[in-house]
Each structure stands twice: as C-alpha cells, then as structure tokens.
C-alpha cells in the first residue's frame, strides 16, 4: 500500500510539475508587443510630429494657428494610406527624437535630414526629397559669397538647435554659434541684426524672402530628407516607404512638390 501511495505520489508530483513547467516560462517572457501599425490602425489615427517653423515644409496659419505644408501634405498620404486621420502635434525640432523613441509621436514629417547618427536612433525612411542648405544674410549685410563655412570664422552664426546645421557650425572651432529652439526667433534675430548669418535649407529662405530682404551667401549641395519613425516597426516603414514610391511613380508627389515648391529658387 505504501508502495502504491509513493508511485501515486510520484506522478502527481510529475504532473504538478509539468503543469508548472508550462505555465513559468509565461510569467517571464513579455508578450510580444502589438506592431505600432496596428495601433495606429486600432486608434483611428496616427500621430505626426514636426516643428511648425519651417514654411515650406511646415508652418501654422494665423490667425487660425492651423499646421499646413509639405511635410503635412506628404503624412496626409501616408495616414490615407493607412485608413486613418492625421493628427499633427508641434513641439521644438531639439524634441522630436526623443519623443518618437518614447512613442508619444507615431511618425516625424519636419524636413528632417538623413544621418548616420540619427538612424542610429531611429528609422529612416527612403529619402522623400532633397533639399539644399543655405547661409543668409540681410541683403545690407557685408558679407560677401563664400565657398566654404569655414569663411563664417569670427562670425556670429545662427541655426536651430537639434538641427544638421548646428552640428556642421559647432564642428567649426573659431564660428561663435547660436542655436535657437524655433526658426520664427531665428529670422527675427537675423532681421534685428542680433546674428551676422543663419543657416537653413535652402526653401526656408525663399519663404522668407518675400517679407525680409535677404541674401544667399552660401549653398551647399543636395541633402536627403526622411520621415522617421521608430525601429523595429518594419511594417509602418513599409508603407510609409511605400507611399513615398507611389507618389513618385503616380506624379502626386510632384504635385505636391510643384504646390509648396514652385516658386523656390534657393
Ligand atoms: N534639415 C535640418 C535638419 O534636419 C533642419 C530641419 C528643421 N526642421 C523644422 N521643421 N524646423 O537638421
């Protein structure tokens, strides 16, 4: 009888064990997270974030305050592609990084240029235009034409902060370099004749241009723009990439282009 109740016992504990065996591993591997372009899906709408200073690519009406440009253009595409609404969020351009890692934006659509350093924090898409970068002047300024930023030494050059110009100036020991968080108080700055230079890509002088008497004094050549979004979410990429084709092989993109674009010298 012992013999029997140790065997039954045996087994039991066998099955308890397995039982638990299978059900442990559960309690420690995470759930595989919902791909974000279900969510995106699910919630009806996807968060684009950008910063709203940079006509032609992004700037806000007034009175109405309302976003518009290229940049919203070309995420209207992409959140039609996906069935969804789009909902444009503003923040400084030194925050949209961080806010993409963390999720509180879905997607970056801000003139954003490609570079290594950037896609090693998150993912590019292809490149959905090229852009030059110019150094501008008020038309009484001084300076003259220069054929390298390292001519800008001993000037006071301003960019936005968390830009590609920025790094590019602040790599040039000698430039006294002034990084503002918004383009609109750059401008101004330059305007007010606080800053010998500022340095944009090459659309934002145009858009300027009309209101304040402005010069080019340098350009650089061609730089690819991307809209970015988080790593690891291959099938949001996927379709934001291929929009980016489609519009390039249906023409809407050059309607787009020719609509924000077509009076752009710079
Ligand atoms: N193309 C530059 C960069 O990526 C500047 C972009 C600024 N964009 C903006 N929406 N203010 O660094």
Redesign the pocket.
């Known amino acids: 009888m012992k013999r029997e109740i140790a065997i039954v016992g045996m087994i039991v504990c066998i099955v308890v064990g397995l039982l638990v065996g299978w059900f442990i591993p559960g309690l420690f591997i995470a759930p595989t997270p919902t791909p974000l372009i279900d969510q995106i899906k699910t919630r009806g709408y996807i968060i684009v974030g950008?910063?709203?200073?940079?006509p032609p690519?992004?700037n806000k009406t007034y009175p109405a305050g309302e976003i518009v440009g290229f940049?919203i253009d070309v995420s209207q595409l992409i959140a039609d592609e996906l069935g969804v609404t789009l909902e444009m969020t503003d923040m400084d351009?030194d925050s949209l990084i961080g806010a993409c890692r963390a999720g509180t934006i879905d997607m970056i659509a801000?003139?954003?240029?490609y570079n290594a350093e950037r896609a090693k924090q998150l993912a590019p898409s292809s490149t959905y235009i090229f852009?030059r970068?110019v150094v501008i002047v008020k038309n009484s300024s001084s300076l003259t034409t220069i054929t390298s930023l390292d001519d800008l030494v001993g000037k006071d050059v301003g960019c936005?902060s968390?830009?590609?110009?920025?790094t590019e100036l602040d790599d040039i020991t000698g430039i006294n370099v002034f990084a503002y968080a918004s383009?609109d108080i750059l401008i101004q700055t330059l305007d007010a004749g606080g800053i010998d230079a500022a340095y944009?890509?090459g659309p934002i002088y145009d858009a300027w241009a009309d209101t304040i008497d402005l010069r080019i004094i340098y350009s650089s050549g061609e730089?690819p723009?991307a809209l970015w979004c988080k790593q690891g979410e291959q099938a949001l990429l996927y379709e934001i990439n291929k929009v980016i084709f489609e519009s390039y092989q249906d023409g809407s993109m050059y309607t787009l282009i020719n609509k924000w674009f077509g009076n752009v010298t710079a």
Do not use: K
Not at 50 to 54: L, N, V
Not at 110 to 113: P, V
């Open positions: 950008t910063s709203a200073d940079y690519f992004e940049d351009f801000a003139a954003m240029t852009v970068q936005q968390g830009t590609v110009m920025q383009v944009v890509d730089e723009l």
